[in-house]
């Protein structure tokens, strides 16, 4: 079971929402100042070292239904993994309860890419030896 809600939220609304649990983390090879954390809410934090008193940056885990983007609340939207690519410093990958394996940008709040598997996604990984490939598990 699970329930699809309109994203339509205030910026008081965001900044009421607490701390969130998080399942996983991964440092930027680039700037070990900045690093990522998968929720058990479905959003991924990108904080720094030097800020530790607020998030720099919130991704939301998404889906979309049509042209309409939609937020699935429930036990499907787990942040299982994030991991930063190797070779492009902005560049992240998630994987997740709601069976997607997601590309992001750091400069965009919604993902680049999404690949729906059919299958919760429990990891996700970039090829040691390419720019571009990656793997799940």
């Given at each position: 079971?699970?329930?699809?809600?309109?994203i339509?939220t205030s910026?008081?609304?965001?900044?009421?929402i607490?701390?969130a649990g998080?399942?996983?983390?991964?440092?930027?090879k680039?700037d070990?100042?900045?690093?990522?954390?998968?929720t058990e809410e479905?959003?991924?934090h990108?904080?720094?070292?030097a800020?530790?008193?607020?998030?720099q940056?919130?991704?939301?885990?998404?889906?979309?239904?049509?042209?309409?983007?939609?937020?699935?609340?429930g036990?499907?939207?787990i942040?299982?993994?994030?991991?930063?690519n190797n070779?492009?410093p902005?560049?992240f990958i998630?994987a997740?309860?709601d069976?997607t394996?997601?590309i992001?940008d750091?400069?965009?709040?919604?993902?680049i890419?999404?690949?729906?598997?059919g299958?919760a996604?429990?990891?996700?990984?970039?090829a040691?030896y390419?720019s571009?490939?990656?793997?799940?598990?």
């Amino acid at each position: 079971l699970y329930f699809m809600f309109l994203i339509e939220t205030s910026d008081e609304e965001a900044s009421l929402i607490g701390y969130a649990g998080g399942l996983c983390f991964d440092f930027s090879k680039f700037d070990p100042q900045v690093f990522l954390v998968g929720t058990e809410e479905g959003k991924i934090h990108q904080c720094s070292r030097a800020y530790s008193g607020q998030y720099q940056e919130t991704y939301e885990v998404l889906r979309r239904l049509g042209t309409v983007l939609i937020m699935i609340i429930g036990p499907f939207v787990i942040v299982y993994k994030v991991r930063f690519n190797n070779y492009h410093p902005r560049v992240f990958i998630s994987a997740s309860a709601d069976w997607t394996v997601k590309i992001w940008d750091l400069k965009h709040k919604y993902p680049i890419m999404s690949f729906d598997l059919g299958i919760a996604v429990t990891d996700a990984m970039w090829a040691p030896y390419s720019s571009t490939g990656n793997s799940s598990r």
